[in-house]
Structures are given as structure tokens and as C-alpha cells.
């Protein structure tokens, strides 16, 4: 049995990549190569280990956070550097409300 957090990443997955500005098509097709490839991992871990597959999962997250806080820029690598600037760039322009010269 898979652990529920490797199962239900799929969401995480799918809004990543809407973040990124990718098709639904490419999403789908992300999605399911990182749950087959995370659960084989996972699943390898365990049997390599003799570990019951949540404290794989565990193990192999916990690695991956702390090599991530070792190398911040990964997350820009992955979603890419200009598309993120350009979201977040959007995201704070539509999340700060009006001024009142704005709306005047």
C-alpha cells in the first residue's frame, strides 16, 4: 500500500503546474509520471530497507526538503525562473487592493 500523501500529491502536482502556465494535457501527463516514479521509489525504498512504505516515504521526503533547503534555487529550476517572476508578479498586482487615486 502506497502512503496517502504519495497517492493524493496528484492536486500539489496539477496546481504546480497550472502555477507554471502549462496545459491541461502536459499537467495530466506530469502528474502521472511523478506518482509512478515517487511510488517506485518509494516502494524501492521500503524493500531495500525492509521499512513499511509510509516510513519510506518518510525518509525519501525528508531527504528531498532538506536537499531542497540546501538548494534554494531547485523550485525555479523545476517551474522555471522567468515564469515564476511572471506569476508572482501577477498574483501580487491582483491580490494588492486599489488606492483610492486608483478608483477615482
Same mark, same amino acid.
Given at each position: 500500500?502506497?502512503?496517502?500523501?504519495?497517492?493524493?500529491?496528484?492536486?500539489? *502536482?496539477?496546481?504546480?503546474?497550472?502555477?507554471?502556465?502549462?496545459?491541461? =494535457?502536459? !499537467?495530466? !501527463?506530469?502528474?502521472?509520471?511523478?506518482? @509512478?516514479?515517487?511510488?517506485? !521509489?518509494?516502494?524501492?525504498?521500503?524493500?531495500?530497507?525492509?521499512?513499511? +512504505? @509510509?516510513?519510506? !516515504?518518510?525518509?525519501?521526503?525528508?531527504?528531498?526538503?532538506?536537499?531542497?533547503?540546501?538548494?534554494?534555487?531547485?523550485?525555479?529550476?523545476?517551474?522555471?525562473?522567468? =515564469?515564476?517572476?511572471?506569476? =508572482?508578479?501577477?498574483? *501580487?498586482? =491582483?491580490?494588492? +487592493?486599489?488606492?483610492?487615486?486608483?478608483?477615482?
Amino acid at each position: 500500500m502506497v502512503p496517502d500523501f504519495v497517492a493524493n500529491a496528484g492536486g500539489v *502536482i496539477c496546481a504546480a503546474m497550472e502555477y507554471a502556465g502549462t496545459t491541461q =494535457s502536459v !499537467a495530466f !501527463a506530469t502528474v502521472e509520471e511523478k506518482i @509512478r516514479a515517487n511510488t517506485g !521509489a518509494v516502494l524501492a525504498e521500503a524493500n531495500a530497507k525492509g521499512l513499511l +512504505p @509510509r516510513a519510506a !516515504a518518510v525518509a525519501l521526503a525528508t531527504r528531498r526538503v532538506r536537499q531542497a533547503m540546501r538548494d534554494p534555487g531547485q523550485g525555479r529550476r523545476v517551474l522555471g525562473r522567468d =515564469s515564476l517572476k511572471r506569476r =508572482s508578479a501577477g498574483i *501580487i498586482a =491582483s491580490a494588492v +487592493p486599489e488606492t483610492v487615486e486608483q478608483r477615482e
